[in-house]
């Protein structure tokens, strides 16, 4: 019950800062990406922001031998990037690109109730779903969501 | 446009890279919101979705909450819902195969210094700016 809590609470202080920082307007978003035009460098700010205090936190946290609430860290276990992680990255870009949305914003903004917002993440979930579908059965070990392993893992995918 | 925000963009970077930390210290989870909310239309992950639900409800709350406290959320999306649509199928298909997003590799991975979140990171932002470039200076 105690980790539903933290899941809520993280999510709701990580909804704020995705408002705050400028990041759930998609326009805001596209001046960042548009180099070539009024360049806004207001996201690397924020990346900024997020990494000043992930970089020393996550380094510390994971020196523990376990989360305080569960029993190992939940980590992915890769460490080498192959064609399959720069293939998606680069279909993700395309789709970033073209509509200023990455998840998290996405997901934020359907706070808005917009039909532009319901519509982009319906068709999200249904770009999930296919993954699914083709890549992640029970019956398949190529689950990108990786093994746990209790006292933090080597490197890997985030 | 809007404008350039270095402070509210700094503000609001620390809030999400300490709610990562949050889920990290306590629950052992990485903040990759493409992995949280794909778990949720997988059928490998569904064991174990309460988590994942109360993450996502959570954002959406804190996000209205804020806005709505603050005077209305960001307006506006200027895409039309047939490129949204394509795009959505191209951010849930991607993010999964490419393993992450902005949040699960761009803060996250780069946080933990892995190899794969620098290079998915480097060539998503390399790959949106081009499709802005071309999308908005060449068609």
Not at chain 1, 110 to 115: A, F, M, N, V
Not at chain 1, 140 to 152: C, D, E, H
Not at chain 2, 96 to 104: A, F, V
Request: one cysteine or more.
């Amino acid at each position: 019950m105690s980790r539903i809590i933290v899941a809520l609470f993280a999510g709701a202080l990580f909804g704020v800062g995705l408002v705050v920082s400028g990041m759930a307007d998609p326009q805001k978003v596209i001046g960042f990406l548009d180099f070539a035009g009024d360049w806004d460098p207001t996201l690397l700010f924020v990346m900024g922001g997020a990494l000043l205090v992930t970089m020393p936190a996550f380094r510390l946290i994971l020196k523990r031998p376990r989360p305080v609430l569960a029993d190992g860290f939940d980590l992915p276990t890769k460490s080498a990037p192959e064609a399959r992680l720069i293939g998606g990255a680069a279909l993700f870009g395309l789709g970033w690109g073209l509509s200023g949305f990455c998840p998290g914003p996405a997901v934020a903004a359907l706070s808005t109730g917009l039909t532009p917002v319901l519509a982009f993440v319906a068709s999200m979930l249904a770009g999930m779903a296919a993954y699914a579908w083709f890549f992640d059965r029970p019956d398949n070990l190529r689950s990108p969501v990786g093994a746990r392993v209790p006292g933090g893992g080597p490197e890997g995918g985030g | 446009m809007d404008g350039f925000t270095p402070v509210s963009g700094l503000l609001g970077g620390m809030m999400i890279g300490l709610a990562a930390t949050l889920l990290l210290l306590l629950n052992g989870r990485i903040s990759g919101i493409s992995g949280i909310v794909g778990g949720l239309v997988s059928p490998g992950t569904r064991r174990g979705a309460g988590w994942r639900v109360a993450f996502v409800a959570g954002l959406v709350l804190g996000a209205f909450s804020y806005a709505a406290a603050a005077g209305g959320l960001p307006g506006g999306v200027e895409a039309s819902v047939p490129v949204l649509v394509i795009a959505g199928l191209l951010v849930g298909f991607g993010t999964r195969l490419g393993s992450g997003c902005t949040s699960g590799h761009g803060v996250c991975g780069i946080a933990r210094l892995s190899k794969r979140s620098i290079v998915a990171t480097a060539v998503f932002m390399g790959v949106a700016a081009l499709t802005v470039f071309v999308s908005h200076h060449v068609i």
